[in-house]
T-cell receptor, first 113, second 110 residues
Framework: DGGITQSPKYLFRKEGQNVTLSCEQN?????MYWYRQDPGQGLRLIYY???????QKGDIAEGYSVSREKKESFPLTVTSAQKNPTAFYLC????????????FGEGSRLTVL | SQQGEEDPQALSIQEGENATMNCSYK?????LQWYRQNSGRGLVHLIL?????REKHSGRLRVTLDTSKKSSSLLITASRAADTASYFC??????????FGTGTRLQVTL
């Protein structure tokens, strides 16, 4: 089945550690996105990529990094510079630019111990 | 920054009743979309309405858009327990990204 796969579903990290969240899609979509969701809140855009080897900062990029070496993959690294990393992270993709329908993965919940 | 604000923040109704939630936004848009999120899951796209459209239907969903008031509403008719979820509006402006609101938590009881 076509879709977006995020892993791991749950992740625990000690302070000062970098962690990488995986996002893979087999929808042949050009654009991919990372959002952060805090409890009871909406989604805030971290990074997005409209094409391979190119990406742009979203509204809350500080403390995060991404890469887009393959069309199918858009991993997110939460670095030790992110002051409050505990959150639910959602990856999404779309056929073209970000004005169309987004397809979401099931999310990764990161907890900093 | 949050573009949209949903109202109410939480809504509790009985099965069979209609549920209405509203979204207000601040800047000009190309389209507005509604998404649904079950607890702890990803978001699922429900419906997209373009800036030149005023109303759109999809099954039990009815969406209206008033660009002069910068607002939209989502009506779910004949609600079911399975409709229990959070509902988000998202706006698409000139930039190539969607901006999400804060969501409405809908609880449908038997």
């Amino acid at each position: 089945d076509g879709g977006i796969t995020q892993s791991p579903k749950y992740l625990f990290r000690k302070e000062g550690q970098n962690v990488t969240l995986s996002c893979e899609q087999n929808l042949n979509h050009d654009a991919m996105y990372w959002y952060r969701q805090d409890p009871g809140q909406g989604l805030r855009l971290i990074y997005y990529s409209q094409i391979v080897n190119d990406f742009q900062k979203g509204d809350i990029a500080e403390g995060y990094s991404v890469s887009r070496e393959k069309k199918e993959s858009f991993p997110l690294t939460v670095t030790s510079a992110q002051k409050n990393p505990t959150a639910f992270y959602l990856c999404a993709s779309s056929i073209g630019s970000g004005s169309g329908e987004l397809f979401f993965g099931e999310g990764s919940r990161l907890t900093v111990l | 920054s949050q573009q949209g604000e949903e109202d109410p923040q939480a809504l509790s109704i009985q099965e069979g009743e209609n549920a209405t939630m509203n979204c207000s936004y601040k800047t000009s848009i190309n389209n507005l979309q509604w998404y649904r999120q079950n607890s702890g899951r990803g978001l699922v796209h429900l419906i997209l309405i373009r800036s030149n459209e005023r109303e759109k239907h999809s099954g039990r969903l009815r969406v209206t858009l008033d660009t002069s008031k910068k607002s939209s509403s989502l009506l779910i008719t004949a609600s079911r327990a399975a409709d229990t979820a959070s509902y988000f509006c998202a706006t698409a402006g000139t930039a190539s990204k969607l901006t999400f609101g804060t969501g409405t938590r809908l609880q449908v009881t038997l």
